[in-house]
């Protein structure tokens, strides 16, 4: 017997006019030339209606899916608790995260976490019923196919009879019987069909695998960070960094109008700088003795904060003005947190110019945790250079002249020359100057500080000004003009710098005559990045914003006035700094100390460097900027970049950002697809659903299925077609066997 022949087609007829029978027993069949209906009419109504139902029942699984994908597309938020709504929160989900109400946020945390665990175990259960629901659909689906080919002309092979029966368990896919039972099908139509009956057992099967975990995915919410996304309505301006602190719009304290460097107006800052300066000496002292120092901690507005020193040696400091709009934002939070009434907190926010949102006063209450974010500029500087250095000044003419420094750098002794006064007729030359006063009695004097902005520095190595043609000395100049007006780059003697930069120069006279004189090099830049503070006591108990680390250094260096490291002194008018603070008397002490020889490594110079740049990042901190509206610009212009706000929010929340919703929204919506597929099919291929029990016994009441015994393979054996037929109201099956080409039916009556 061939097995893999294509089936003969099968025509129904008498059979007492068929002669090439080989079961004679076979003629009980009778005519079937037509299917005849069932008589029964109540018997076909209650049919129609259960059919209705259970179509019903499947299209209902789609709305939890729906309800659920529509949460998570949304990102909605529930809440401090699985069982919170943050559109309308419940006082026992208030976790008082501030502590203002004088509650214990500890047991309140407890409280929720505990409710937390019953919902989300409920939650689960319900993922459960959900894939068994959807289990139950998918397999009514390969059921109703397995009938609906079975009752065709040519019938269904054995094999995929009660593929319902072993459906959705994944081992059904490494059978081989499912693979290779469509293999004697005879007609190409046949065959076909067979194949997609097969790929949707496949594709259902997987699906009804990973329905469970993907209805898990949607319909359990997360405990994560939600982002809040107020409209940007403001771009960057300008940064004030170019121009002296004319004005006093950096913050509280001084009256708009004119300011110059020896004002006074910023002086609330002195003691600003005197503690920056301590606690930098401080650290410094720890770092000897061989301790992790940490960065030191300033305040503004009730803001903590601290530079940033982690990222391309460059250290940035956060701006007061980004700082005390950071202080409004945690003043809502607070307000928020300690006021029961939303109107009391609008009317308190109203003082600092704040409107609160109704909704996101309802978040801020319904939150574990809260984390403020808002871009803006920040001003830093390439870790100070400073060195012990000799100074000459060359006149090149009554205004205008060039200031060199033999300095000693890498190990390597080199000439930095710039120029200095208003006859070069450069745009960015300027000269600030004043003296930091000294208590000692012993060696009384004061240190002269001069700033210098510079635009283009002439280096020369080796410390030879000969290599150039000309002396050392102011009487050899050197044709400085024609120096100053090669591009940037390396010469063969020399290098010439043409970009920003900032140099203070320390000198103090010694009681032997000879001056104490360290030259300092500021190289400024400019970056955006986010300002980031915790508001939680948990978290963050002493309110400290930090910047993120920030590698945009691409901009290039930009230009800092040296009124700027004036105004940070808060020089008197008479152009010096009281001797008694803290910042001078650190400063002046650490100068002292340089006049020892050099060391390795030298700590004398590391300590004064440390004095240098904490004056020049405080200097950083007062630089103020302008905005411009948020259209005034283009979408992608890195000048004018968008200062954006944003607030995390640690809740309970459903979301659509993850990889993993990703695929589980796929799954989910290939489900509904299914679950609507099951009252089209019932619309289009309607057959009668004979229970698997009947299916065994008519096969078990069949006399002539011991005819199939000369099939020895079982491969073989489950490609044989089965047919289902209807006559005189009932259904009966026919086994189209094949024997030397001919085709005879083995019927078995219910």
């Not at 940070?568 to 008397?585: D, K």
Request: net charge negative; charged share 20%; glycine share 6%.
């Amino acid at each position: 017997m061939d097995h893999n022949e294509n089936l003969a087609e099968f025509e129904l007829r008498p059979l007492q006019q068929s002669t090439d029978l080989l079961w004679p027993d076979a003629q009980a069949l009778g005519s079937y030339e037509s299917v005849d209906k069932d008589p029964g009419a109540p018997r076909q109504r209650k049919r129609t209606i259960s059919r209705f139902l259970f179509d019903i029942f499947c299209l209902v699984w789609i709305v939890p899916i729906a309800y659920s994908l529509f949460l998570n597309f949304s990102n909605w938020i529930v809440g401090a608790g699985v069982g919170c709504r943050a559109v309308s929160p419940q006082e026992h989900c208030f976790p008082d995260i501030l502590g203002v109400l004088g509650q214990d946020r500890h047991q309140n945390a407890a409280s929720l976490n505990r409710q937390d665990r019953d919902i989300l175990g409920a939650l689960q259960l319900v993922a459960k019923a959900l894939e068994t629901w959807f289990a139950v659909v998918a397999t009514s689906i390969i059921f109703d196919l397995a009938m609906w080919l079975a009752a065709s002309e040519h019938g269904l092979p054995l094999n995929y009879l009660f593929a319902h029966v072993s459906f959705p368990d994944l081992l059904m896919l490494f059978e081989s019987a499912l693979w290779t039972s469509s293999k004697g099908a005879g007609r190409r139509n046949l065959k076909a069909r067979l194949v997609w009956f097969v790929a949707l057992i496949v594709f259902l099967c997987v699906a009804c695998n990973l329905m469970g975990p993907a209805v898990a995915v949607l319909i359990i919410p997360q405990l994560g960070w939600s982002e809040i996304y107020p409209p940007t309505v403001e771009r960057f301006g300008q940064i004030a960094a170019s121009k002296p602190p004319e004005t006093a719009s950096v913050e509280f304290g001084c009256s708009l109008g004119p300011l110059p460097p020896n004002k006074t107006c910023l002086g609330v800052y002195s003691m600003s700088l005197d503690e920056l300066s301590s606690g930098w000496k401080l650290r410094l002292e720890w770092f000897n003795y061989g301790w992790s120092p940490l960065n030191v901690v300033s305040e503004h507005d009730g803001i903590l904060f601290t530079f940033n020193s982690t990222s391309n040696a460059i250290v940035w400091a956060p701006s007061r003005q980004v700082l005390r709009h950071m202080a409004y934002d945690y003043t809502e939070v607070f307000v928020s947190q300690g006021s029961l009434d939303p109107q009391n907190a609008t009317e308190f926010l109203n003082l600092i110019d704040r409107r609160e949102d109704p909704t996101l006063y309802d978040r801020y209450r319904n939150a574990l945790d809260v984390v403020l974010h808002r871009k803006g500029p920040s001003v830093g500087i390439f870790q100070p250079f400073c060195s012990r250095a000799t100074v000459f000044e060359q006149m090149v003419s009554a205004t205008k002249s060039v200031r060199c420094y033999n300095i000693l750098r890498d190990d390597m002794q080199q000439i930095a020359c710039f120029r200095v006064g208003s006859g070069w007729g450069e745009v960015g030359l300027a000269h600030s100057r004043f003296s930091i006063r000294d208590t000692d009695t012993i060696w009384p004097t004061n240190v002269s500080v001069d700033v210098y902005a510079v635009t283009k520095t002439v280096l020369v190595y080796n410390g030879d000004l000969g290599k150039l043609g000309c002396g050392d000395s102011a009487n050899t100049p050197c044709d400085w003009d024609h120096l100053f007006s090669l591009s940037g780059g390396q010469y063969s003697n020399m290098e010439i710098l043409a970009s920003p930069l900032q140099v203070v120069e320390y000198s103090m006279p010694r009681p032997s005559g000879l001056n104490i004189t360290v030259y300092c090099e500021n190289v400024v830049y400019l970056a955006f990045p986010d300002y980031v503070i915790d508001v939680s006591l948990d978290q963050n108990s002493i309110g400290l914003a930090q910047l993120e680390t920030s590698n945009d250094t691409n901009r290039g260096p930009i230009y800092l006035h040296p009124d700027w490291i004036v105004t940070a002194w808060s020089v008197t008018p008479s152009g010096e700094v009281e001797a008694t603070r803290a910042a001078a008397v650190n400063l002046v002490s650490a100068l002292k100390s340089t006049v020892e020889p050099p060391e390795l490594p030298d700590l004398r110079m590391l300590a004064f460097s440390n004095q240098h740049a904490i004056s020049t990042l405080h200097a950083l901190t007062l630089i103020n900027f302008d905005t411009i509206n948020a259209t005034d610009a283009s979408p992608d212009d890195p000048d004018h970049p968008l200062l954006t706000v944003s607030k995390s929010l640690r809740v309970w929340a459903y979301g659509s950002q993850t990889r993993t919703f990703r695929f589980a929204a796929a799954v989910s919506i290939f489900g509904c697809l299914v679950a609507l597929l099951r009252p089209v099919m019932s619309l289009t291929i309607a057959t009668r659903r004979p229970s698997t029990l009947r299916l065994v016994v008519a096969a078990l009441r069949s006399q002539d299925l011991g005819r199939l015994d000369s099939i020895r393979s079982e491969r073989e054996l489950g490609r044989v077609p089965l047919k289902i037929i209807h006559h005189h109201g009932d259904e009966q099956i026919v086994l189209l066997h094949r024997d030397n080409g001919l085709v005879a039916p083995a019927v078995s009556p219910w």
